[in-house]
T-cell receptor, first 117, second 110 residues
Framework: NAGVTQTPKFRILKIGQSMTLQCTQDMNHNYMYWYRQDPGMGLKLIYYSVGAGITDKGEVPNGYNVSRSTTEDFPLRLELAAPSQTSVYFC????????????????FGPGTRLTVL | GQQVMQIPQYQHVQEGEDFTTYCNSSTTLSNIQWYKQRPGGHPVFLIQLVKSGEVKKQKRLTFQFGEAKKNSSLHITATQTTDVGTYFCAGPRGGNKLVFGAGTILRVKS
């Protein structure tokens, strides 16, 4: 299994440009997540999905959009890029069968390092 | 919203010294997870603690969950250069989501 893969690894955007960050997982996980990581700030949840066709906002959704047409893919769309969106973006997935006491382990992709100038 | 606070933010130790990072929540947690992120890498799951007062060991790493389930710690005995990275704790947000602490960056001088 490749696990969670993300493309591209690096990208530089100009202010106002748009792009899509790709994320694919081959573990048949139900849940998928998008995080951004800023220095010293931990990981902030942007959007998540509990299954194909179902998405919901996380802590910091403004400026982003997602879709989940298949179990495997969860692309993140940036419209009108701004310098504040300079960050490292991680996609993650989890199986989605945890009970009340347990929370599923999340498996992370290698990340996309995005700079907006 | 729910937060988990992690201290210290940064620690620089001599190889062979011990290291501890602490995680605190204002609310009771049903469980807590720990992840490690190597420099330039992605977070990798280390362990999940569920029971009050639970202690788990992985070689030189010892994880504890407080009796009140509001705090947790990760202790590394005799650090090695392979231990460098950022250590995150993460508590449940609900619906299989996690809220991550800000992380503790560990640097090891050889």
């Amino acid at each position: 299994n490749a696990g969670v893969t993300q493309t591209p690894k690096f990208r530089i955007l100009k202010i106002g440009q748009s792009m899509t960050l790709q994320c694919t997982q081959d573990m048949n996980h139900n849940y998928m997540y998008w995080y951004r990581q800023d220095p010293g700030m931990g990981l902030k949840l942007i959007y998540y999905s509990v299954g194909a066709g179902i998405t919901d906002k996380g802590e910091v959704p403004n400026g982003y959009n997602v879709s989940r047409s298949t179990t495997e893919d969860f692309p993140l769309r940036l419209e009108l890029a701004a310098p504040s969106q300079t960050s490292v973006y991680f996609c993650a997935s989890s199986y989605g069968t945890s009970g009340r006491a347990y929370t599923d382990t999340q498996y992370f992709g290698p990340g996309t390092r995005l700079t907006v100038l | 919203g729910q937060q988990v606070m992690q201290i210290p933010q940064y620690q620089h130790v001599q190889e062979g010294e011990d290291f501890t990072t602490y995680c605190n929540s204002s609310t009771t947690l049903s469980n807590i997870q720990w992840y490690k992120q190597r420099p330039g890498g992605h977070p990798v799951f280390l362990i999940q603690l569920v029971k009050s007062g639970e202690v788990k060991k992985q070689k030189r790493l010892t994880f504890q969950f407080g009796e009140a389930k509001k705090n947790s710690s990760l202790h590394i005995t005799a650090t090695q250069t392979t231990d460098v990275g950022t250590y995150f704790c993460a508590g449940p947000r609900g619906g299989n989501k996690l809220v991550f602490g800000a992380g503790t960056i560990l640097r090891v001088k050889s």
